[in-house]
């Protein structure tokens, strides 16, 4: 298994960096420049994703909510404007049909005021008034105030768990719900709702876990992210067990299956086997993720190459996955230092940000 790693790492060419762990026996198979600080791609969302699970947990729903500021009149008039509040929902425009439907279900027919949201949840409310017209309600958008003490709540919707919201992002690679999760870390635990107040969160959370990586986003687009091999999967190894660790699994795309994975490894001992986080840029390809080898041994593994074609790096990175599924050693030493190593934070330093095209 080393020497297949070794020798597909070699030919995939570019800078690459690979860390293999056995988690059943605590000890490390593999490790290549496992130190060495890469650009991690939507590997990115691995850290976004177990932060917002260990933080809020999985069983988490958010809410959004419609109060009203003013009274039903005669023949379906909302005397006043309608308050749409967005509780921390990363994708509140999905709720707005109900939310529609319980407003006409209340009896109304046309909004005097505005319905009015923050900024956050402008586009929502611009959803909600263009379902409430095609509802034949009358309402138009406005500014966002904020609403009274004794303001009635006239609608209600619930997100799905977050533990499905994880999934969602890991397995479709999703772009834009990664990057509202990481906005609304900042919002609930930081000091704004925004990506840097959203990245000190992510960052403050894996350094508990003694995970040192840079935080630029939340989705990996971002050139400025750096992490290694080691650091992913020591956040895997600390992920394995306990809170968060069923819905992080859950969510990783699983060769031959579904998500980024569902084309690739399929027919090979890696389906049914491995279960696993992309990540791709224009020059970047990296697999991170479990792995059951055949001897029944559960491995972390990340397998991060930089400066090399996706395509062909793809390959490469697949192969080596399978070696893992194939894996059949029956040792079970321990390690005396089973834990993973991080590189320090001045080896981050020295790498310059550059611009990005999509990542998935």
């Given at each position: 298994m080393r020497s297949a790693l070794a020798s597909e790492l070699a030919l995939a060419g570019g800078a690459g960096s690979a860390h293999v762990l056995d988690l059943s026996a605590a000890r490390v198979l593999f490790s290549s420049r496992a130190r060495v600080p890469r650009i991690p791609a939507s590997l990115q969302k691995l850290y976004t994703t177990t932060s917002a699970l260990l933080l809020l947990g999985a069983d988490t729903r958010f809410q959004t909510v419609v109060l009203g500021r003013g009274r039903l009149e005669a023949h379906g008039v909302w005397r006043g404007d309608l308050l749409l509040e967005v509780r921390g929902d990363p994708r509140p425009a999905r709720g707005v049909e109900s939310l529609a439907g319980q407003l006409t279900a209340a009896g109304i027919r046309r909004v005097s005021g505005h319905v009015r949201a923050a900024r956050s949840g402008l586009a929502?409310?611009?959803?909600?008034?263009?379902?409430?017209?095609?509802?034949?309600?009358?309402?138009?958008?406005?500014?966002?105030?904020?609403?009274?003490?004794?303001?009635?709540?006239?609608?209600?919707?619930?997100?799905?768990?977050?533990?499905?919201?994880?999934?969602?992002?890991?397995?479709?690679?999703d772009n834009s719900l990664a990057e509202t999760l990481l906005d609304g870390l900042g919002a609930e635990f930081g000091a704004a709702r925004s990506t840097a107040a959203g990245a000190a969160v992510v960052e403050r959370q894996l350094r508990r876990l003694g995970v040192q990586t840079r935080v630029a986003d939340g989705s990996g687009l971002s050139r400025a992210n750096r992490t290694s091999a080691g650091a992913v999967v020591r956040l895997l190894e600390e992920m394995s067990a306990g809170p968060g660790a069923t819905a992080l699994e859950r969510s990783l795309p699983a060769p031959g299956r579904n998500g980024t994975l569902r084309r690739r490894m399929r027919g090979?001992?890696?389906?049914?086997?491995?279960?696993?986080?992309?990540?791709?840029?224009?020059?970047?390809?990296?697999?991170?993720?479990?792995?059951?080898?055949?001897?029944?041994?559960?491995?972390?593994?990340?397998?991060?190459?930089?400066?090399?074609?996706?395509?062909?790096?793809?390959?490469?990175?697949?192969?080596?996955?399978?070696?893992?599924?194939?894996?059949?050693?029956?040792?079970?030493?321990?390690?005396?230092?089973?834990?993973?190593?991080?590189?320090?934070?001045?080896?981050?330093?020295?790498?310059?940000?550059?611009?990005?095209?999509?990542?998935?």
């Amino acid at each position: 298994m080393r020497s297949a790693l070794a020798s597909e790492l070699a030919l995939a060419g570019g800078a690459g960096s690979a860390h293999v762990l056995d988690l059943s026996a605590a000890r490390v198979l593999f490790s290549s420049r496992a130190r060495v600080p890469r650009i991690p791609a939507s590997l990115q969302k691995l850290y976004t994703t177990t932060s917002a699970l260990l933080l809020l947990g999985a069983d988490t729903r958010f809410q959004t909510v419609v109060l009203g500021r003013g009274r039903l009149e005669a023949h379906g008039v909302w005397r006043g404007d309608l308050l749409l509040e967005v509780r921390g929902d990363p994708r509140p425009a999905r709720g707005v049909e109900s939310l529609a439907g319980q407003l006409t279900a209340a009896g109304i027919r046309r909004v005097s005021g505005h319905v009015r949201a923050a900024r956050s949840g402008l586009a929502a409310a611009r959803s909600l008034v263009r379902t409430l017209r095609r509802h034949g309600v009358g309402a138009r958008v406005g500014r966002w105030a904020a609403a009274p003490p004794d303001a009635d709540e006239l609608a209600r919707t619930r997100s799905p768990s977050l533990g499905r919201l994880v999934t969602t992002t890991n397995r479709r690679s999703d772009n834009s719900l990664a990057e509202t999760l990481l906005d609304g870390l900042g919002a609930e635990f930081g000091a704004a709702r925004s990506t840097a107040a959203g990245a000190a969160v992510v960052e403050r959370q894996l350094r508990r876990l003694g995970v040192q990586t840079r935080v630029a986003d939340g989705s990996g687009l971002s050139r400025a992210n750096r992490t290694s091999a080691g650091a992913v999967v020591r956040l895997l190894e600390e992920m394995s067990a306990g809170p968060g660790a069923t819905a992080l699994e859950r969510s990783l795309p699983a060769p031959g299956r579904n998500g980024t994975l569902r084309r690739r490894m399929r027919g090979t001992a890696a389906q049914g086997r491995c279960r696993a986080k992309t990540g791709t840029l224009s020059d970047v390809s990296n697999l991170a993720g479990y792995c059951r080898a055949r001897n029944g041994h559960r491995l972390a593994f990340a397998f991060l190459l930089n400066g090399v074609i996706p395509f062909h790096a793809e390959h490469h990175l697949d192969r080596m996955a399978v070696a893992l599924a194939r894996y059949r050693s029956s040792s079970s030493r321990r390690s005396s230092s089973p834990r993973t190593s991080t590189p320090s934070r001045s080896a981050f330093s020295s790498l310059a940000p550059a611009a990005s095209p999509a990542s998935r």
